[in-house]
């Protein structure tokens, strides 16, 4: 106990500078991290900090149904206002396991994401996520005296949000069944509304431009959620205005970054990265592995490959299609978007 903090530090700096692929031993070190976490003492953040080495280190490890079911459960024990210090990790590190999921197959790619989603529920993290953020949600619809307390605000907020967004990007249908398994008592039309209602009203409070693209993007996805052949759910195209109001003003924002060439990929976002970024390659010698792995997870996000001008215009023609042609969906959704909106939006020359 008297050398763990420094058993800790040791242990991080050695996977700090172990290369890909890992060795054996390494990995069966790992499950020593689950005792540290119930003894409950100020090691717990160096042990997340060692667990998020490993998730870089080894991802498809953590596709064991075992190891991320004990992890959720951990999480979902921190996941607790009385935590604060630590609360914009385990949000992050739930992000890194949904993303695990990249790893596997595009064939089986729906059902390992069932999977996870599985965990998250079966742990009662999905649960206790919302429920913050129902919080939060109850706390803006109320004023004055009567005005309820919300655990999290700002950029707490914004990271329990953004398990929701990563979920979503990687399938709308599994994050939509799990969350409203989650929130049993209600439908999952109630339950979405009052999300989409938070979510959207927090836009302005998102200060990172890389989780507002995701935000944006998971959004977007959402509205593929019935297929390529049926419209999006009402409750989503309810939200037409705050769609439009969204992607107006960031696709705007990722628009006035550097220069690039016109007919090159970031053309129009910024936060695209040049593909080489991905390679995995040192910047310089000293580099350790792990810096290096750092940058290419990073760099192969969705938020840094996908130009987001192009993929809102992708998914609006599917959706304008799908709905029953450019007259019909103006009819029956633009009609209810105020008319700036609509010009603003129109004025990006998307569609």
């Known amino acids: ?49 060692v667990t ?88 803006r619809q109320t ?3 009567n005005r309820k307390q919300a655990t999290i605000y700002g950029v707490a907020e914004t990271d329990h949000l953004s398990v929701i967004a990563r ?16 929130t049993s008592n209600s439908s999952e039309e109630q339950t979405f509304t009052w999300i989409l ?14 989780k507002k693209k995701l935000h944006t993007m998971a959004l977007t996805h959402l509205l593929t959620v019935n297929g390529p052949s049926s419209p999006a759910p009402t409750y989503l195209l309810n939200n037409l205005q705050s769609y439009l109001t969204i992607w107006t003003d960031l696709i705007t924002d990722l628009s006035e970054g550097p220069e690039v060439n016109p007919t090159d990929a970031r053309h129009g ?8 970024e991905a390679q995995g390659e040192k910047y310089h010698e000293s580099e350790t592995p792990e810096t290096t792995r750092r940058r290419t997870w990073s760099a192969s996000d969705a938020i840094h490959k996908i130009n987001l001008r192009q993929y809102v215009g992708q998914h609006l023609q599917a959706l304008v299609q799908v709905c029953g042609g450019a007259d019909r969906f103006r009819d029956e959704w633009l009609v209810n978007v105020d008319r700036e909106v609509v010009n603003g939006f129109g004025q990006l020359g998307i569609m």
């Not at 695990?100 to 996870?116: L, R």
């Not at 209602?197 to 890389?210: L, R, Y």
Request: glycine share 4%; net charge negative; proline share 7%.
């Open 167 to 182: 979920l979503a990007l990687a399938s709308p249908r599994n994050c939509i069944s799990a969350v409203t398994s989650a």
């Open 52 to 139: 998020e080495s490993y998730i870089l280190l080894a991802p498809r490890e953590f596709l064991d149904e075992n190891v991320r079911f004990r992890l959720f459960d951990i999480f979902n024990t921190l996941l607790n206002p009385d935590v604060t210090p630590r609360i914009g990790l385990v949000p992050h590190l739930a992000e890194l396991l949904i993303r695990t999921g990249e790893s596997a197959s595009e064939e089986n790619s729906e059902n390992v994401y069932g999977a996870i989603a599985k965990s998250m529920l079966s742990t009662g993290f999905m649960e206790t996520l919302l429920s913050a953020l129902y919080g939060a949600y109850q706390s």
């Open 1 to 49: 106990m008297y050398l763990l903090e420094e058993s800790l530090d040791l242990w991080s700096a050695v996977l700090s500078e172990t290369p890909n692929p890992p060795s054996r031993e390494i990995l069966a070190l790992f499950p020593s991290i689950f005792p540290i976490f119930e003894i409950g003492s100020d090691v717990v953040r160096q042990a997340l900090e």
């Open 269 to 276: 976002d910024y936060l695209v990265f040049d593909p080489s």
């Open 143 to 145: 004023t004055g005296p």
């Open 197 to 210: 209602s938070e979510w959207f009203a927090h836009f302005d409070n998102i200060g990172d431009v890389n």
